[in-house]
Every structure is written in structure tokens, then in C-alpha cells.
């Protein structure tokens, strides 16, 4: 059964930074197109992708974070990281990793990120 653990959330006060991990399970992790979606906690919020961080070592990020998130992978470690830095209030949300490859596709539980005064 393969799993992603996410951790590293927590509560933070705006402009202060986190660092998420997420280890996977899985045996040979470094041909997985890894990434990190958000979802915040209101009535009617979809899952929105943050960042992408690929076998290849292309990484990408949305908009609304680029140039406050840094991810980074250390295949060895079957870990993923998401260095997030300048929070806002609306990066308020629950931080999930995705693993896909070849059609096979995995989500962790996610960790709950709060940034508040």
C-alpha cells in the first residue's frame, strides 16, 4: 500500500514561513511527477495545484505563490518539500501531496496550514 505523509503545518502569523514535507512509500519515487495542491477550509473551494516538481527536475508553481514557494525533491530520502515564505492569510488551506506515474496516482491526507494574527 503505498502512502504519501504529509507534515510541517501548523499555525503561523502573516509574512512568517513553514516548510511542508511529504515522504512517500513508494519503491522507485524518483520516476513520480510529484506535487503539491492546496484546498482551503470554506463552503465551495476546489483543490487548487500550488506547485509541481517533476521526474525531470522541472518545477512549477502557480501564480499565487511564485516567488514566496520554493519546492524541492531529494529522491533518496523519497521526499518532497515545500519551503513557503511571505505567508498570507489566504494561503490558509490544507496542503496535500500527489505522486502520479504511469497511470497510478496518490494523494496524502494532507497537513492544515493556518496563518493568522
Known amino acids: 500500500q503505498v502512502q504519501l505523509v504529509e507534515s510541517g503545518g501548523g499555525l503561523v502569523q502573516p509574512g512568517g514561513s513553514l516548510r511542508l514535507s511529504c515522504e512517500g512509500s513508494?519503491?522507485?519515487?524518483?520516476?513520480?511527477?510529484m506535487s503539491w495542491y492546496r484546498q482551503a477550509q470554506a463552503p465551495g473551494k476546489q483543490r487548487e495545484w500550488v506547485?509541481?516538481?517533476?521526474?525531470?527536475?522541472?518545477?512549477n508553481y502557480a501564480d499565487s505563490v511564485k516567488g514566496r514557494y520554493t519546492a524541492s525533491r531529494d529522491n533518496a530520502k523519497k521526499t518532497v518539500y515545500l519551503q513557503m515564505n511571505n505567508l498570507k492569510p489566504e494561503d490558509t488551506a490544507v496542503y496535500y501531496c500527489n505522486g502520479w506515474a504511469g497511470g497510478m496516482n496518490y494523494w496524502g491526507k494532507g497537513t492544515l496550514v493556518t496563518v493568522s494574527s
Open positions: 513508494m519503491i522507485f519515487f524518483s520516476i513520480y511527477d
Open positions: 506547485a509541481s516538481l517533476g521526474r525531470s527536475g522541472t518545477i
